[in-house]
Nanobody
Framework: QVQLVESGGGLVQTGGSLRLSCAAS????????MGWFRQAPGKEREFVAH????????YYADSVKGRFTISRDNAQNTVYLQMNSLKPEDTAVYYC????????????????WGPGTQVTVSS
C-alpha cells in the first residue's frame, strides 16, 4: 500500500502559479503510476495529468495542456504538479492518486488517494 498527502494549495490571482506536491509513504513508490485529479463543487472528479513509474511518460487533460507540468522524484517519494497561467476555472480541490497498474485518465482506476488540497484562483 501507499499513503499520499498533498500540499501546496492556496489562493492565487488569475495568471499566477502554484506548485502542488504529493508525498508518498512506503518503499515502493517507484512502482506506482501517479495521477492528479481535481473536483470543483457540484462537479465530478476530473482528470488533470498522469505520469508513469519512471517519469518518462506523461499525459495531460486538454484543459491544462501547456500550462501544467507533472513530474516526480522517486528518491524523494514525491510527485509534483506545477501550475502556471492559472484561471478561475482551475479552482478545485486537487487530489493525487496512485495505481500499481499503468497510468489512466479514469479516476476509478486508482485505488490510493490523498485527502486533497484546495486551489482557489481569483479573477
Amino acid at each position: 500500500q501507499v499513503q499520499l498527502v498533498e500540499s501546496g494549495g492556496g489562493l492565487v490571482q488569475t495568471g499566477g502559479s502554484l506548485r502542488l506536491s504529493c508525498a508518498a509513504s512506503g518503499r515502493t513508490f517507484s512502482s506506482y503510476a501517479m495521477g492528479w485529479f481535481r473536483q470543483a463543487p457540484g462537479k465530478e472528479r476530473e482528470f488533470v495529468a498522469h505520469i508513469n513509474w519512471n517519469g518518462a511518460g506523461t499525459y495531460y487533460a486538454d484543459s491544462v495542456k501547456g500550462r501544467f507540468t507533472i513530474s516526480r522524484d522517486n528518491a524523494q517519494n514525491t510527485v509534483y504538479l506545477q501550475m502556471n497561467s492559472l484561471k478561475p476555472e482551475d479552482t478545485a480541490v486537487y487530489y493525487c492518486a496512485a495505481t500499481i497498474r499503468e497510468a489512466r485518465v479514469y479516476h476509478k482506476e486508482y485505488p490510493y488517494w490523498g485527502p486533497g488540497t484546495q486551489v482557489t484562483v481569483s479573477s
